[in-house]
């Protein structure tokens, strides 16, 4: 941190999941003095409605910072409203938006959400968005979103938004030259899901796909990691009583050293995901050594380098069995083009990690601040 040099400050109303993993990250790797302040990752939807009010009053002296980074489940119409003049130039990070984000099974639409990320968009002085995927998805949306207005639609904010918004993706804890460790061979594979445990993640499909597997006669062990904010579906207390020998570890693992250890002993990550606009667990377990099978939609096919696409993504439910099938025959066998094609694909990762992306968050940072002082 430079002596003299005012901070930036970042506020994170879901401290939680990627939110948080991009927070410490780039807190971690800046050479900017960045101050964070944070909210429990749980009840989004007051986050929306509420962390503006809350941080309004938590700091004392917004002047002091000559930028803001704030995330889209804040309000940044209303802490601007409530700080007048003193508010720093904004940069608004989206890891997901309300207009696209599917609906929990059961719930209405409310079209507050979206209308709050449209107003942040429109407050903030620069936007990021975690992939070209997910930009195209906003903006593909935005309009029809608009159209919902019966009358005086302020199309206009299409090209305001979009005219400051660019693709940042984020930095991932990852190491950009390690090898990855080979599979144990005749061992059988350990299939890993480091997703959240919600809806969104699909893991119905996942556990029927695994049964159907089963049911073939492949071995397998399982790893179920990934943060559950709310309930714990009932899928995972379904397979957590089906197969209690071949799961080797049952929820969250609060340590990154030991979450990392089970991605290096881990064989295949498995994403089932309707929802999922950038995909650190899945960068983080490539690169440690899972060989991963991917919907062919979504931010996937952006993630893995197209001469693997053939390998790794599947376009449905018997392509992803198929798939699957013949990994947990060929892995045990520990064949050699299979293994060298491994360690590619993981090395490929590197192109997300800190280091290499923390110089083009820096430059952003500059430019924010920058404004600032003019």
Not at 66 to 86: F, P, R, Y
Not at 97 to 123: M, S
Not at 230 to 245: C, D, L, N, S, T
Not at 280 to 295: Q, T, Y
């Amino acid at each position: 941190m430079s002596r003299g040099k005012r901070p930036i400050l970042f506020l994170e109303p879901f401290y939680g999941g990627s939110h948080r993993e991009f927070a410490d990250g780039l807190l971690e790797n800046s050479r900017h003095p960045l101050e964070l302040h944070t909210l429990p990752a749980r009840f989004w939807k007051w986050r929306m409605r509420g962390a503006a009010l809350h941080f309004a009053r938590r700091i004392k002296n917004p002047g002091a910072y000559c930028a803001l980074i704030v995330t889209d489940l804040m309000s940044l119409a209303d802490l601007k409203a409530l700080w007048a003049a003193a508010c720093p130039p904004a940069l608004l990070y989206v890891h997901e938006n309300q207009l696209t984000y599917p609906l929990a099974p059961g719930e209405q639409l409310d079209l507050h959400y979206g209308f709050t990320n449209v107003t942040t968009a429109l407050c903030a002085d620069r936007i990021l968005f975690n992939s070209y995927t997910h930009f195209r998805a906003f903006f593909e949306e935005l309009p029809l979103f608009l159209r919902r207005m019966p009358e005086y639609r302020p199309r206009w904010v299409i090209e305001e938004i979009r005219k400051k918004s660019s693709v940042l993706y984020p930095g991932c804890r990852i190491s950009p030259e390690k090898a990855v460790a080979v599979p144990v061979s005749g061992s059988p594979p350990l299939i890993v899901w480091n997703h959240r445990w919600e809806f969104d993640k699909n893991p119905e499909l996942f556990f029927s796909v695994l049964e159907q597997v089963a049911e073939a006669g492949h071995e397998f062990r399982l790893v179920l990691l990934g943060e559950n904010y709310q309930k714990v579906p009932k899928a995972f207390i379904a397979a957590r009583r089906r197969w209690p020998q071949r799961i080797e570890q049952y929820g969250y693992e609060a340590s990154r050293d030991r979450y990392l250890s089970w991605l290096e002993r881990g064989g295949i990550v498995i994403s089932t995901s309707d929802q999922e606009n950038f995909g650190i667990s899945v960068v983080e377990a490539v690169r440690h050594g899972c060989f991963p099978l991917l919907p062919r939609k979504l931010s996937y096919p952006e993630l893995i380098p197209e001469e693997f696409h053939e390998d790794v993504l599947y376009g449905n439910r018997d392509e992803l069995v198929e798939k699957l099938s013949g990994l947990l025959v060929d892995l045990p066998r520990c064949n050699p083009p299979l293994l060298e094609k491994l360690q590619r694909l993981a090395l490929s990762m590197s192109r997300f990690s800190w280091d290499t992306l923390i110089h083009s968050y820096d430059r952003e940072l500059d430019r924010l601040c920058s404004s600032a002082a003019h």
